[in-house]
Protein backbone atom coordinates (compact mmCIF):
# COMPACT_ATOMS: atom_id res chain seq x y z
CA UNK A 1 0.00 0.00 0.00
CA UNK A 2 0.98 3.25 -0.90
CA UNK A 3 2.18 5.76 1.68
CA UNK A 4 2.87 9.07 0.51
CA UNK A 5 3.30 11.07 3.46
CA UNK A 6 7.14 11.18 4.52
CA UNK A 7 8.36 12.90 6.92
CA UNK A 8 11.40 15.44 6.07
CA UNK A 9 12.84 14.71 9.18
CA UNK A 10 13.79 11.36 9.21
CA UNK A 11 12.02 10.23 6.06
CA UNK A 12 9.40 7.56 7.33
CA UNK A 13 6.84 7.87 5.64
CA UNK A 14 3.09 7.75 6.55
CA UNK A 15 -0.25 6.22 4.79
CA UNK A 16 -2.18 9.48 6.18
CA UNK A 17 -1.30 13.02 7.11
CA UNK A 18 -3.03 12.75 10.45
CA UNK A 19 -0.87 10.00 11.13
CA UNK A 20 2.54 12.31 9.90
CA UNK A 21 1.25 15.06 11.65
CA UNK A 22 1.04 12.82 15.11
CA UNK A 23 4.68 11.56 14.33
CA UNK A 24 6.06 14.94 13.65
CA UNK A 25 5.64 15.60 17.00
CA UNK A 26 8.65 13.38 18.14
CA UNK A 27 10.98 15.85 16.45
CA UNK A 28 9.18 19.01 17.37
CA UNK A 29 8.35 17.91 20.81
CA UNK A 30 4.72 19.12 20.76
CA UNK A 31 2.38 17.45 23.59
CA UNK A 32 -1.00 19.66 22.76
CA UNK A 33 -2.98 17.04 24.90
CA UNK A 34 -3.50 17.40 28.55
CA UNK A 35 -4.16 15.12 31.91
CA UNK A 36 -6.74 17.33 34.03
CA UNK A 37 -5.74 15.39 36.59
CA UNK A 38 -1.77 15.24 36.27
CA UNK A 39 0.69 18.49 34.97
CA UNK A 40 1.13 15.90 32.25
CA UNK A 41 0.86 16.54 28.07
CA UNK A 42 1.09 14.14 25.68
CA UNK A 43 1.48 13.66 21.75
CA UNK A 44 -1.66 12.07 21.02
CA UNK A 45 -5.36 11.47 22.71
CA UNK A 46 -4.40 7.88 22.88
CA UNK A 47 -1.53 8.41 24.94
CA UNK A 48 -3.85 10.36 27.12
CA UNK A 49 -6.29 7.96 27.24
CA UNK A 50 -4.36 5.12 27.99
CA UNK A 51 -3.10 7.58 30.99
CA UNK A 52 -6.22 8.56 32.21
CA UNK A 53 -6.71 4.73 32.84
CA UNK A 54 -4.50 5.67 36.36
CA UNK A 55 -6.88 7.84 37.32
CA UNK A 56 -10.00 5.50 36.31
CA UNK A 57 -8.48 2.57 37.65
CA UNK A 58 -9.40 0.90 34.38
CA UNK A 59 -7.83 -1.95 33.17
CA UNK A 60 -9.06 -3.24 29.83
CA UNK A 61 -6.48 -5.72 28.54
CA UNK A 62 -6.27 -9.21 29.75
CA UNK A 63 -3.56 -12.18 29.80
CA UNK A 64 -5.63 -15.22 28.55
CA UNK A 65 -3.13 -17.87 30.15
CA UNK A 66 -3.51 -16.41 33.70
CA UNK A 67 -6.30 -13.41 33.62
CA UNK A 68 -4.05 -10.54 34.50
CA UNK A 69 -5.31 -7.46 33.92
CA UNK A 70 -3.37 -4.15 32.55
CA UNK A 71 -3.57 -0.76 31.42
CA UNK A 72 -2.48 -0.83 28.36
CA UNK A 73 -1.43 -3.25 25.33
CA UNK A 74 2.60 -2.53 25.65
CA UNK A 75 2.39 -3.73 29.36
CA UNK A 76 0.25 -6.61 28.66
CA UNK A 77 2.49 -8.17 25.79
CA UNK A 78 5.49 -7.76 28.23
CA UNK A 79 3.72 -9.75 30.97
CA UNK A 80 3.13 -12.70 28.21
CA UNK A 81 6.84 -12.72 27.68
CA UNK A 82 6.26 -14.27 31.45
CA UNK A 83 4.42 -17.27 30.11
CA UNK A 84 6.18 -17.60 25.95
CA UNK A 85 9.86 -17.12 27.58
CA UNK A 86 10.20 -15.05 25.08
CA UNK A 87 14.10 -12.41 25.72
CA UNK A 88 14.45 -10.79 22.40
CA UNK A 89 16.56 -8.07 24.18
CA UNK A 90 20.29 -9.91 24.22
CA UNK A 91 23.44 -8.00 25.48
CA UNK A 92 25.77 -7.57 23.16
CA UNK A 93 28.73 -7.77 25.46
CA UNK A 94 28.02 -11.07 27.34
CA UNK A 95 24.59 -12.48 25.31
CA UNK A 96 22.52 -12.41 28.38
CA UNK A 97 18.81 -11.94 26.86
CA UNK A 98 15.86 -9.95 28.59
CA UNK A 99 11.81 -9.66 28.19
CA UNK A 100 12.08 -5.78 28.43
CA UNK A 101 14.80 -3.18 26.47
CA UNK A 102 14.65 -1.12 29.79
CA UNK A 103 16.34 -4.08 31.54
CA UNK A 104 18.64 -4.68 28.51
CA UNK A 105 19.77 -0.84 29.13
CA UNK A 106 19.93 -1.22 32.88
CA UNK A 107 22.10 -4.60 32.51
CA UNK A 108 24.58 -2.33 30.31
CA UNK A 109 26.02 -0.85 33.63
CA UNK A 110 27.40 -4.07 34.78
CA UNK A 111 29.95 -3.68 32.10
CA UNK A 112 30.29 0.36 32.04
CA UNK A 113 30.26 0.28 35.94
CA UNK A 114 28.36 3.20 35.42
CA UNK A 115 26.17 4.52 38.38
CA UNK A 116 24.66 7.60 37.32
CA UNK A 117 22.14 8.05 40.03
CA UNK A 118 23.47 9.40 43.58
CA UNK A 119 21.59 9.73 46.83
CA UNK A 120 21.18 13.59 48.05
CA UNK A 121 21.24 12.32 51.52
CA UNK A 122 24.46 10.05 51.86
CA UNK A 123 25.99 10.63 48.49
CA UNK A 124 25.32 6.34 47.40
CA UNK A 125 25.15 5.67 43.89
CA UNK A 126 23.35 3.58 41.67
CA UNK A 127 23.37 2.30 38.46
CA UNK A 128 19.79 2.55 38.23
CA UNK A 129 16.49 5.58 39.41
CA UNK A 130 15.07 2.77 40.60
CA UNK A 131 17.31 1.06 43.03
CA UNK A 132 17.73 4.85 44.40
CA UNK A 133 14.30 5.57 44.80
CA UNK A 134 13.99 2.02 46.65
CA UNK A 135 16.95 3.32 48.83
CA UNK A 136 15.60 6.25 49.39
CA UNK A 137 13.15 4.53 52.10
CA UNK A 138 15.89 3.66 54.10
CA UNK A 139 16.33 7.26 54.80
CA UNK A 140 12.92 8.08 54.99
CA UNK A 141 11.75 4.40 56.59
CA UNK A 142 9.04 5.04 54.42
CA UNK A 143 7.01 1.24 53.20
CA UNK A 144 4.69 2.78 51.09
CA UNK A 145 3.18 -0.80 49.53
CA UNK A 146 0.93 -2.18 52.00
CA UNK A 147 -0.74 -5.69 51.06
CA UNK A 148 -4.60 -6.09 51.27
CA UNK A 149 -4.77 -9.36 52.29
CA UNK A 150 -2.47 -9.35 55.55
CA UNK A 151 -1.31 -5.71 56.25
CA UNK A 152 2.30 -5.98 55.56
CA UNK A 153 4.10 -3.09 54.12
CA UNK A 154 7.01 -3.37 52.17
CA UNK A 155 9.01 -0.18 50.84
CA UNK A 156 9.25 -1.41 47.27
CA UNK A 157 6.30 -2.62 45.26
CA UNK A 158 8.23 -5.32 43.59
CA UNK A 159 8.92 -6.82 47.22
CA UNK A 160 4.91 -6.65 47.23
CA UNK A 161 4.13 -8.28 44.60
CA UNK A 162 6.58 -11.03 45.57
CA UNK A 163 4.72 -11.39 48.99
CA UNK A 164 1.43 -11.94 47.23
CA UNK A 165 2.65 -14.51 46.09
CA UNK A 166 2.29 -15.99 49.48
CA UNK A 167 -1.45 -15.76 49.14
CA UNK A 168 -2.27 -16.53 45.45
CA UNK A 169 0.66 -19.60 45.10
CA UNK A 170 1.38 -18.03 41.69
CA UNK A 171 4.52 -19.62 40.34
CA UNK A 172 5.03 -17.64 37.00
CA UNK A 173 8.70 -18.55 36.57
CA UNK A 174 8.88 -21.50 34.70
CA UNK A 175 12.40 -23.71 33.94
CA UNK A 176 13.27 -23.79 30.83
CA UNK A 177 14.89 -27.80 30.90
CA UNK A 178 12.20 -29.40 33.55
CA UNK A 179 9.67 -27.62 33.60
CA UNK A 180 9.17 -26.99 37.33
CA UNK A 181 8.15 -24.10 38.58
CA UNK A 182 8.75 -20.61 40.86
CA UNK A 183 7.63 -17.68 42.25
CA UNK A 184 10.22 -15.54 41.41
CA UNK A 185 13.12 -15.58 39.87
CA UNK A 186 15.72 -16.16 42.26
CA UNK A 187 14.49 -19.24 43.16
CA UNK A 188 14.24 -20.60 39.46
CA UNK A 189 17.83 -19.40 39.27
CA UNK A 190 19.18 -21.08 42.27
CA UNK A 191 16.96 -23.92 40.80
CA UNK A 192 19.04 -23.93 37.71
CA UNK A 193 22.23 -23.95 39.00
CA UNK A 194 21.50 -28.27 39.02
CA UNK A 195 21.29 -28.41 35.21
CA UNK A 196 24.39 -26.18 34.24
CA UNK A 197 26.42 -27.65 37.75
Do not use: I, W
Not at 12 to 31: A, P
Not at 79 to 90: A, F, L, N
Request: with cysteine; glycine share 6%.
Amino acid sequence: MERPYPCDMCNKTFRKVGHLKVHQRVHSGEHPYHCDVYNRTFKDTGSLKVHQHVHTGERPYCCDVCNKTFRDTGSLKLHQRVHTGERPYCCDVCNKTFSDRRNLKRHHHVHTGERPYCCDVCNKTFSNRRNLQRHHHVHTGERPYCCNLCNKAFSDRSNLKVHLRVHTGERSYRCDVCSKTFKNTSSLNVHQRAHTG
